[in-house]
């Protein structure tokens, strides 16, 4: 591991260091808000960085009038130990109990914030810390009632002196595993995020509370049908609408929840499937999560909305070929189509570009691109619908809502 040393009169100094931190003296200022940072004054010191649970020595060096800043940001039980003219003057091991931590979600996403939002609760109570977590204000409000010992923030609101801050996100490994240290797109979703807490690794649902009346006496299920690359829709030009006739046909209510009711992307546009009744609309996520919680199941893409369900506890059907099934949260009723190209999300040599909405890095340009999920038939999704029918005893023309 390297450390990242920067010079009182280089301009890549570290300035961002908190006014008031938990471990200043005259010799030192330490915290561990991006990595471990140990800042000194001019002077003959001497840092060393230790990962205590593996017992390496990650760095050490000698430094005047200036930061030592660990290359690893994620989660490390650090040592951290100071000399001064050859005497040690500190000797500090991370210990998280009783201290301020923030850990920041990125903004402007849905699935991957509850996908993660369970760790970030597991490291409070491992830790017994003061937990602070900057995330959008539509989640936090989801968030709140069921996790209220974490004290919520938005973004730019200013955080109190913290003791230890983690990002939470998917960052390419070419940025020499710094921020996590495993690869996201082999691992999955939401298993990449407790190595980057320190944490083993669980399926974890967030708990997410709901109103118990039905908002809808009649038996109904739900879909989503669009997302955020065009890769991630599911490209059968007649899949959405023979599965919808088919769930009319069994006695449901099919009831679309997209945050959209029409995209336009590139010239081409996207509408809610033909038969399926409109329930678009950026509304509450609370008002999502109701919905979701006594319908009798949901049918979606590798998308947020298919999150939300999950953590709704409602059985979900997903579809996707541009990912392999590891990628989400594990459901029975995953579709995919092997005998086409498959997942290249997960590919670290070819992986999707969502900076692009058409990219399809295997087939662009070709008669074969978006395969993956062009060549997932109707009558695979209407198969797994019965499936689910029979392993929950479901009959909408039988049943009395409640």
């Known amino acids: 591991m390297r450390s990242t040393m920067t010079n009182g009169q280089s301009p890549a100094v570290v300035s961002f260091l908190p006014p008031e931190l938990p471990m200043q003296t005259d010799d030192y200022t330490l915290d561990f808000n991006d990595g471990a940072r140990v800042r000194v004054p001019a002077g003959n010191y001497h840092v060393r960085f230790t990962d205590m649970d593996t017992m390496n020595v990650l760095f050490e060096a ?86 209220p010992d974490i004290i919520y923030l938005h973004e730019g609101e200013e955080v109190p002196d913290c003791y230890a801050t983690y990002y939470m996100g998917l960052y390419p490994m070419s940025d020499e595993k710094k921020h996590n240290p495993i690869d996201h797109r082999v691992a999955g979703l939401q298993k990449v995020i407790p190595p980057l807490l320190g944490l083993d690794y669980r399926e974890l649902r967030p708990e997410l509370k709901h109103c118990p009346e039905r908002p809808i006496a009649e ?63 950026n509304l509450p996520l609370q008002e999502r999560v109701d919905l979701l919680a006594h319908a009798d199941f949901f049918i979606g893409l590798s998308s947020g909305l298919s999150w939300l369900a999950w953590a709704a506890g409602t059985p979900v059907i997903l579809i996707s070929g541009f990912s392999l099934p590891f990628t989400e949260f594990y459901t029975p009723y995953r579709v995919i189509n092997y005998h086409t190209c498959t997942g290249c999300w997960n590919n670290p040599e070819k992986s999707l570009d969502l900076k692009n909405f058409f990219s399809c890095p295997e087939h662009a340009g070709t008669d074969r691109a978006f395969e993956c999920s062009r060549l997932i038939t109707a009558g695979h999704v209407c198969r797994e619908i019965d499936r689910l029918m029979n392993d929950f005893e479901l009959d909408p023309r039988r049943e009395k809502p409640v």
């Open 219 to 281: 038996p109904y299920v739900c879909i989503a049908t669009k997302t955020t690359a065009y890769a991630k829709f599911w490209n059968n030009p007649t899949g959405w609408a023979e599965v919808i006739a088919y769930l009319k046909e069994k006695g449901y209510r099919v009831l679309c929840i997209d945050k959209d009711r029409n995209i336009e992307v590139g010239g081409l546009s996207i509408t809610m499937p033909e038969g399926a009744e409109d329930f678009t609309g």
């Open 62 to 147: 000698d430094f005047s009038d200036a930061v030592a800043s660990s290359t690893k940001k994620y989660y490390v039980r650090f040592r951290v130990e100071l000399w001064k003219d050859g005497q040690l003057i500190l000797t500090h091991d991370l210990d998280l109990k009783g201290r301020n931590v923030h850990i920041v979600f990125p903004i402007g996403t849905l699935g991957d914030i509850i996908a993660w939002f369970p760790y970030a609760e597991e490291f409070r109570l491992k830790h017994g810390c003061k937990m602070y977590c900057t995330m959008q204000d539509a989640l936090a409000d989801l968030f709140r009632l069921s996790y």
